[in-house]
């Protein structure tokens, strides 16, 4: 596995009365089993186990070094990535 699209947690699951959990990992790894644009959009689970949204047009592995990436899809897909960082 050498490619994981960007998925994000589904909003219907965000509560504006709760932001602490979805706003400190809105972002997540789906392993890319087609290439991540044709995935735009779709429902998808990621590799923590969250269910996620695809959005196409993100790279993971620009994504990741943001704070608001979920850690442990970070933790999960660290080693598969190394030698791209
Ligand atoms: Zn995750």
Avoid: F, N
């Amino acid at each position: 596995m050498d490619s994981y699209a960007v998925g994000c947690a589904r909003p219907d699951r965000w509560s504006r009365s709760k932001p602490e959990d979805s706003v400190s990992s809105s972002w997540h790894a789906v392993e890319a089993h087609r290439p991540p644009a044709e995935l735009d959009g779709e429902v998808e689970l990621a590799s923590c186990g969250a269910i996620v949204q695809v959005w196409g047009a993100h790279r993971w592995d620009r994504v990741r070094a943001r704070e608001t990436a979920c850690a442990e899809c970070k933790r999960i897909t660290a080693g598969q990535l190394s030698r791209a960082s």
